[in-house]
């Protein structure tokens, strides 16, 4: 089975810790990740908007899919990777390009109005993918919205 992926969700995987817009989305990007980590000859799809993520977006709010600073990100992280819409590989030659291009400080660069950024997780997510063979575990943490003390949305 082919995950598809868009450009900025190849980072948000990185600094991933099991929270997101409703536990239905956290727990399809936590079963995502966890298939990476396990099985990095899996094959991915780069795809522009919505994706295998975006995929378990709650439907009872208004999605952000589309929105030029989105976009925008994707194509940037892209661009780094050398990748393109439509481009099919495995994961692990993804994590290679990852590893060979990206720093954590382009978080702060490519991520600016995400609210997750001021979390760190990301940067720190990006800063072990440059030591490690694969993915790493997310801590386990409970599910959070949007809204509460350590409120967050990630796009
Ligand atoms: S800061 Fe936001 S967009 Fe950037 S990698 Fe993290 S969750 Fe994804």
Redesign the pocket.
């Known amino acids: 089975m082919i995950t598809q992926l868009r450009g900025?969700?190849l980072?948000?995987l990185?600094?991933f810790q099991g929270m997101g817009y409703s536990p239905e989305f956290a727990a399809n990007m936590a079963r995502i990740h966890a298939r990476l980590r396990a099985h990095p000859e899996t094959g991915v799809e780069i795809v522009t908007g919505a994706d295998s993520l975006c995929a378990c977006f709650p439907k009872d709010q208004v999605n952000h899919c589309g929105e030029s600073p989105v976009s925008e990100?994707d194509a940037r992280v892209l661009e780094r990777l050398g990748l393109a819409p439509g481009a099919r590989l495995p994961w692990r030659d993804i994590w290679k390009r990852l590893q060979e291009s990206v720093e954590p400080a382009d978080?702060d660069a490519?991520?600016l109005s995400?609210p997750?950024?001021p979390y760190g997780v990301?940067a720190a997510g990006v800063a072990r993918m440059k030591i490690d063979a694969r993915l790493s575990a997310p801590e386990t943490r409970p599910f959070q919205s949007r809204g509460g003390d350590a409120a967050h949305s990630?796009?």
């Open positions: 900025h969700h980072l948000c990185l600094g990100r978080i490519w991520c995400c997750w950024r990301c990630r796009d």
